[in-house]
């Protein structure tokens, strides 16, 4: 299928509301004309999972973009418009925050009251000491960054306000929406959408589960069983989004996990869209400590992902029938 008549590629870095109708009718058009079936009659059935690709990660000025995720986003829109007769269902994940939470600035002051400077890292006896103080509930600030340094995965990283719930960034990159729309009509299949990272007291960066799962005995997170068990349905599971670093990285991480938990002969159904994503570059800090040297952790993180059984391709990459 060719290029969409609404689509540019120059529009991605844009910001602009989406013209749902102008995309629907070019669907309906492009269906019959091309006889395109329904998802429903897919005899391979294959799931593309978007994650985190947002105006406030894919859109250059937004607080956290991530250099790349431009022309990440432009390969992943021109993969499945290429691909769209083949594409069973879309699923998209939503980071979705408020403005007081655990890893934002307003969570946190210093002793004269300070808020902390954007990519500060907090350490558990950063709390205990009073170094960073946190504006509320103390105890379960310190019960959590022993648990996070404890699960050996991050430290606890004060970022931007981001992905703010009813604002802007919050939203997918309206090119992309404009592709989700447009692959729901001409294949009869809803886009999927999971919304993650809404509790005050714990980061998540996998869509399938926070960082720490309860505090002082009750719980602030569970693992996303239902996400889980929907993905693995389909014969092969895309993934794409922002950041590899980071969402994208301990999502494959955690479906790693379950995998190897459920059955791991599911390892070869994950296929992960390489050029489609880009690290979270390294703060501007010296001596850089390893753990926050982003490119490298993911370059050698997906290394391991390829050992375990998952598939790394490139959008220019056939995919199969």
């Excluded at 350490?123 to 050996?152: C, I, M, Q």
Aim: with cysteine.
């Amino acid at each position: 299928m060719n290029l969409p008549r609404f689509y540019d590629p120059a529009s991605v870095p844009t910001v602009y509301v989406e013209r749902a109708g102008v995309v629907a009718a070019e669907a309906d058009e492009a269906r019959v004309r091309l006889g395109v079936a329904p998802s429903a009659r897919d005899g391979v059935r294959i799931a593309a999972f978007g994650i985190d690709c947002q105006v406030g990660f894919c859109t250059p000025g937004a607080s956290l973009f991530v250099p790349g995720a431009v022309e990440d986003t432009q390969r992943t829109i021109a993969w499945l418009y290429a691909n769209v007769e083949r594409i069973t269902t879309l699923f998209f994940s939503l980071d979705t925050h408020r403005v007081f939470q655990i890893f934002h600035p307003a969570w946190w002051t210093d002793e004269r009251g300070a808020r902390p400077a954007p990519f500060t890292t907090i350490t558990h006896d950063d709390v205990k000491s009073g170094r960073w103080r946190p504006r509320r509930d103390r105890e379960s600030a310190l019960e959590y960054t022993a648990k996070l340094e404890a699960n050996g995965r991050y430290v606890l990283t004060v970022w931007p306000f981001h992905t703010l719930l009813g604002g802007i960034s919050h939203a997918l990159v309206p090119a992309l929406v404009e592709a989700a729309i447009f692959h729901a009509v001409l294949r009869d299949e809803p886009t999927r959408f999971e919304t993650k990272g809404i509790h005050e007291l714990t980061e998540s960066y996998s869509v399938l589960a926070p960082e720490v799962r309860d505090l002082g005995g009750r719980s602030v997170g569970t693992f996303n069983q239902t996400l889980f068990d929907a993905l693995l349905a389909y014969d092969r599971v895309y993934v794409f989004g922002q950041a590899k670093s980071h969402c994208v990285l301990s999502t494959l991480e955690d479906l790693r996990a379950r995998i190897v938990a459920t059955d791991a002969r599911l390892m070869g159904k994950i296929w992960i869209l390489e050029d489609a994503m880009s690290p979270v570059a390294p703060p501007p800090i010296d001596p850089l400590p390893p753990a926050l040297d982003f490119p490298r952790v993911a370059a050698k993180a997906f290394d391991a992902l390829r050992v375990a059984g998952m598939h790394v391709v490139k959008t220019s990459d056939p995919v199969a029938p």
